[in-house]
């Protein structure tokens, strides 16, 4: 890209904010997933269950979201990288590293979230073991 473009492409200042209000809709997914799952396993009355395609839905976005989060997250921080090294000295290359290294912590927060809804939306181990005699 430096060669294409003749410079170093800008991190820009939305990176950060959209990458944590991404790892805010997963969290909040996964916690409500987690409580509707909760009250059903307990027979609470008035519980709504979660729909098996709401749920598989969930997951795909988790992800999905994830990978993008993680090579976001390497691309800004690769550029964080370079320009802490190189370029620190001009007071808009310590903000775009600043921009950058807010955009790799909170890519990391987007594959955390998106880890937990994954496993919030697990489905429980199967005993595939056959009955014994003396279980019989």
């Known amino acids: 890209m430096w060669d294409a473009l003749g410079t170093l492409p800008a991190v820009p200042v939305a990176a ?24 059903q396993r307990e027979r609470r009355p008035g519980a709504k269950g979660v729909e098996p395609i709401m749920a598989a839905r969930a997951v795909v976005f988790g992800q999905a979201s994830a990978l993008v989060a993680a090579l976001a997250a390497g691309a800004y921080g690769g550029t964080g990288l370079y320009l802490l090294f190189n370029a620190m000295d001009v007071a808009a290359r310590r903000d775009q590293a600043v921009y950058a290294g807010l955009s790799v912590l909170a890519g990391a927060a987007v594959v955390a979230a998106a880890i937990f809804l994954q496993r919030v939306c697990r489905l429980p181990e199967d005993d595939d073991t056959p ?5 019989a």
């Open 16 to 39: 950060p904010i959209v990458l944590a209000l991404i790892a805010a809709v997963l969290a909040a997914t996964a916690l409500s997933i987690r409580s509707r799952l909760r009250a």
């Open 131 to 135: 009955p014994t005699a003396a279980a």
